[in-house]
């Protein structure tokens, strides 16, 4: 779908459908005729609840084809995004191939973002594509919009690329194709990639990730994507980005129930997100450096497989007693917390689909966010509050810590079941030990359940907006 910004006034506008925003309790816009807002009103078919849209066609003095009417809800409430998701795929549902929506300066950015991800469709894989297209969308603001409308496009392409991504099941995405796409995107965007292969990381002793891919035939490895701002100090803040990418998750020998094992494809969203932030931030340029961390298997059943019972020896030098193999994101990504460490990263930030008990906790509405340092917390909270993505501060007490003392090793992988979130967040926290560090257990809103007006079935791109904004405001 084409993208554009206008500022041709509303009535000269050709196009399929013209969408005006009304809130709840506005009164009549300018372009809406009397008579139809009176017959709105009185038969309350539309009252500017959010997701409702009223079609008039052949508005009378009017270029456009249909004028709609799209509920946006109390206005000091409004998300723009759901408006222009809403607006986009309930028009193109109804054989709209061209969309315009007049919105505010303030809201170009959010505007062009809920349009481009309203229009996305998890169909790739499908020989017959059942969901109309729209083949252009038309954003109605000022010119002083321009920037945020060109920071919404490319956050949201970014978006979809990892949506794209994550929707693939796990015979067309193992690890090498992850890999192969993490750097056909960096090539592209002009970024380092790096990739640490089965051989690189057994010499460094990342016993923990290996031991999680040693039951799958497709190769491990974990990617390291780069973006360096030209004149940054060598000894200045360094954010890294850790994301955990298990391509596909049976459990291992801690088998998985077979209802629903199919949307483990999605495990790999952490290590998606923050490969699209990547993308992101390289045509933004932060001032800050920002290296992303992907560490990338299959957690697969076979004679090789772990075992529960098994031993094995972080990058750290730690070593884990594995209670649970179904509990491995968090193996694979104290070695890449390590390495991030490692390699000069000040500033810690993990996204994973880590644990069912963090769905417990706060359903699909907020992420949880896990810190050992609360101005940090703040500030990627901060972030995220401004980019219309919930998140919610975490408990991290000591006490939690005692489920995962184990008396053959220097920790247990998992704890008891209560508290499962925190302690899998304790587990990361042991690793990550006093460099400022967040865990993002994204494994209650990474995937939407049920097609919604403004978004579709599947991946939704969590956190990616929070990553971009914490770099870029640095």
Known sequence: MQVQLSQQPLDQIETDALALAVFEGQERPALVPQNWWDQLRQSEEFTGKPCELAVLPQPAGMKARRLVLAGGGKRDQADWRKLAGTVVRGLKSKGARSIALSCESG???????GAILGDFEPDKNRSTKEAKRAESFTLVAPAEAKDAFDRGVLIAE????????INEPGNKLPPRELMARARAMAGEFGLECEVLDRDRMAQLGMGALLGVAQGSDEPPFLIVVRYKPEGAPATGDHLALVGKGVTFDTGGVSIKPADGMEEMRYDMAGGASVLAAMRAIARLKPAIPVTAFVPTVENMVSGNAQRPGDIVTTYAGKTIEVL?????GRLILVDAITYAKNQGCTHLVDAATLTGAIKVALGSVNVGVFSNNDGFRDKLIAAAKSEGEKMWPMPLDDEYKEQLKSPFADLANIGTRWGGAVTA????????????????????CAWIGDAKPWIAKGPSGVAIRTFVRLATGW
């Open 107 to 113: 809201a170009a950015e959010a505007a062009a973002e």
């Open 158 to 165: 970014s978006i979809n690329w990892a949506r794209e991504i």
């Open 324 to 328: 649970n193999t179904d509990a491995e």
């Open 425 to 444: 967040a304790w587990f990361l926290r042991d690793f990550a030990e006093d460099t400022p560090w967040i865990h993002l257990d994204i494994a209650g």
